[in-house]
């Protein structure tokens, strides 16, 4: 093995190669450095003296497939400028590491494409070495995102674990970085973001939340200037929530045992949009038939499609409008969970309309908390909550797929 191969392969400069042997499998190199190139770690003095040494073996990047390693007896060196016992900067490893940067390099490498205990065991190395390579990387890079850019933001909280544990997520949706994850939910768990917001000058213009109450005063408090758009999904789901509640109703109402088997099964075909009805299965005509057969069912229905067009309109002036028509429709239904969502809409109104001043929603942000249940799911669960907030943090760089 040459010289050139041991600093082009594996990044350790200003050592020779001395030996070649194989142990186990693995491959280890022997490798000294000369004695005038000795320097304190400490003042960088040449004059210094050598008093002993220790035998250490550090971790390189595999060849072919086998693990190797790399020997060297780390000097222990009295210096005479700062009269102390020091080891030398070694240049190709970390102190009190046992591992080389070029082998951290690689691991982080895999770690794009892999989870964490597929690298451990791919290199035949512990789960928490992995995880220390990961956690300084990830620290060096993500324990502090940048606020100073952040122009237009979207809030959700996701819940995770068993308990009803939750994190509230804010994400940057410019660039698609998670940006802060808190700990719970609602407005308290912002808190630390505001106030970091604050010292970073940032100049948020708009907003995407959904329509809780905690997100509107905390933001109408904190972003007052800022654009506060209702996200389009969280209404959507609310009215589907609505819809279902209703379907239910009326089946526990129904009294013959023809109206309870038409009713029967249909929950996801009223949900479907019409254009999504596979024919094949014959869903149309099932959903035809349970309209038919109940008139609320089928104003619910056909109110739920309409809606739909709301985010359609080609101003904020026609958008209003037909809002104001919807909700005009939905009370001269009579029925009461229509109501009480037209009731829901119009008491949200400036929200909604917003997306016409600004069309954001928390559809990136939905993506991303998709991507944590995964992560989460893939590593069964996080024991240290610190680095679950890392990774987190660095998901919009994650490169590794799903397969199966």
Same mark, same amino acid.
């Given at each position: 093995?040459?010289?050139?191969?041991?600093?082009?392969?594996?990044?350790?400069?200003?050592?020779?190669?001395?030996?070649?042997?194989?142990?186990? #499998?693995?491959?280890?190199?022997?490798?000294?450095?000369?004695?005038?190139?000795?320097?304190?770690?400490?003042?960088?003095?040449? /004059?210094?003296?050598?008093?002993?040494?220790?035998?250490?073996?550090?971790?390189?990047?595999?060849?072919?497939?086998?693990?190797?390693?790399?020997?060297?007896?780390?000097?222990?060196?009295?210096?005479?400028?700062?009269?102390?016992?020091?080891?030398?900067?070694?240049?190709?490893?970390?102190?009190?590491?046992?591992?080389?940067?070029?082998?951290?390099?690689?691991?982080?490498?895999?770690?794009?494409?892999?989870?964490?205990?597929?690298?451990?065991?791919?290199?035949?190395?512990?789960?928490?070495?992995?995880?220390?390579?990961?956690?300084?990387?990830?620290?060096?890079?993500?324990?502090?995102?940048?606020?100073?850019?952040?122009?237009?933001?979207?809030?959700?909280?996701?819940?995770?674990?068993?308990? =009803?544990?939750?994190?509230?997520?804010?994400?940057?949706?410019?660039?698609?970085?998670?940006?802060?994850?808190?700990?719970?939910?609602?407005?308290?768990?912002?808190?630390?973001?505001?106030?970091?917001?604050?010292?970073?000058?940032? @100049?948020?213009?708009?907003?995407?939340?959904?329509?809780?109450?905690?997100?509107?005063?905390?933001?109408?408090?904190?972003?007052?200037?800022?654009?506060?758009?209702?996200?389009?999904?969280?209404?959507?789901?609310?009215?589907?929530?609505?819809?279902?509640?209703?379907?239910?109703?009326?089946?526990?109402?129904?009294?013959?045992?023809?109206?309870?088997?038409?009713?029967?099964?249909?929950?996801?075909?009223?949900?479907?949009?019409?254009?999504?009805?596979? /024919?094949?299965?014959?869903?149309?005509?099932?959903?035809?038939?349970?309209?038919?057969?109940?008139?609320?069912?089928?104003?619910?229905?056909?109110?739920?499609?309409?809606?739909?067009?709301?985010?359609?309109?080609?101003?904020?002036?026609?958008?209003?409008?037909?809002?104001? /028509?919807?909700?005009?429709?939905?009370?001269?239904?009579?029925? @009461?969970?229509?109501?009480?969502?037209?009731?829901?809409?119009?008491?949200?109104?400036?929200?909604?309309?917003?997306?016409?001043?600004?069309?954001?929603?928390?559809?990136?942000?939905?993506?991303?908390?998709?991507?944590?249940?995964?992560?989460?799911? =893939?590593?069964? #669960?996080?024991? /240290?909550?610190?680095?679950? @907030?890392?990774?987190?943090?660095?998901?919009?760089?994650?490169?590794?797929?799903?397969? #199966?």
């Amino acid at each position: 093995m040459s010289t050139s191969l041991l600093t082009h392969g594996f990044g350790i400069r200003g050592y020779h190669h001395v030996r070649t042997r194989y142990e186990g #499998g693995a491959i280890v190199f022997g490798i000294e450095r000369p004695r005038e190139h000795y320097r304190c770690s400490c003042c960088g003095s040449g /004059d210094v003296h050598l008093r002993g040494s220790t035998e250490r073996r550090f971790r390189c990047p595999p060849v072919g497939g086998k693990p190797v390693f790399v020997e060297y007896s780390v000097p222990r060196l009295y210096c005479w400028s700062c009269h102390a016992m020091r080891q030398p900067d070694l240049g190709f490893a970390e102190p009190k590491k046992q591992y080389t940067r070029s082998f951290e390099r690689y691991v982080l490498d895999l770690s794009q494409y892999m989870t964490l205990q597929d690298v451990a065991r791919h290199l035949g190395i512990s789960w928490d070495t992995v995880k220390e390579i990961q956690r300084k990387r990830l620290e060096t890079r993500y324990a502090r995102p940048k606020l100073k850019a952040l122009k237009q933001i979207a809030i959700d909280e996701i819940c995770i674990g068993r308990g =009803q544990r939750y994190i509230t997520v804010v994400m940057d949706l410019k660039k698609g970085a998670v940006v802060f994850v808190g700990e719970g939910k609602g407005a308290e768990a912002l808190a630390p973001f505001w106030k970091r917001l604050r010292a970073s000058r940032a @100049k948020v213009k708009a907003v995407a939340t959904d329509m809780s109450a905690a997100y509107t005063a905390a933001v109408r408090e904190n972003l007052p200037e800022a654009i506060h758009v209702f996200d389009r999904f969280h209404v959507v789901k609310l009215f589907n929530e609505q819809l279902s509640e209703l379907r239910r109703d009326l089946y526990r109402e129904a009294t013959e045992m023809l109206q309870k088997n038409v009713l029967k099964g249909t929950r996801w075909l009223l949900l479907k949009n019409r254009e999504n009805l596979d /024919d094949s299965r014959n869903e149309r005509e099932r959903l035809k038939e349970a309209l038919e057969l109940n008139a609320s069912l089928a104003a619910a229905y056909y109110l739920k499609e309409d809606l739909r067009q709301f985010w359609e309109h080609e101003s904020y002036a026609t958008a209003a409008k037909f809002l104001d /028509d919807w909700c005009a429709r939905a009370n001269a239904t009579g029925i @009461k969970r229509m109501q009480k969502m037209a009731k829901t809409l119009q008491g949200h109104r400036t929200g909604l309309l917003n997306w016409y001043k600004c069309p954001i929603s928390t559809g990136p942000l939905e993506g991303t908390n998709n991507k944590i249940r995964v992560l989460q799911r =893939q590593s069964y #669960g996080f024991r /240290d909550h610190e680095f679950f @907030k890392l990774k987190i943090y660095a998901l919009h760089e994650a490169k590794h797929a799903l397969v #199966g």
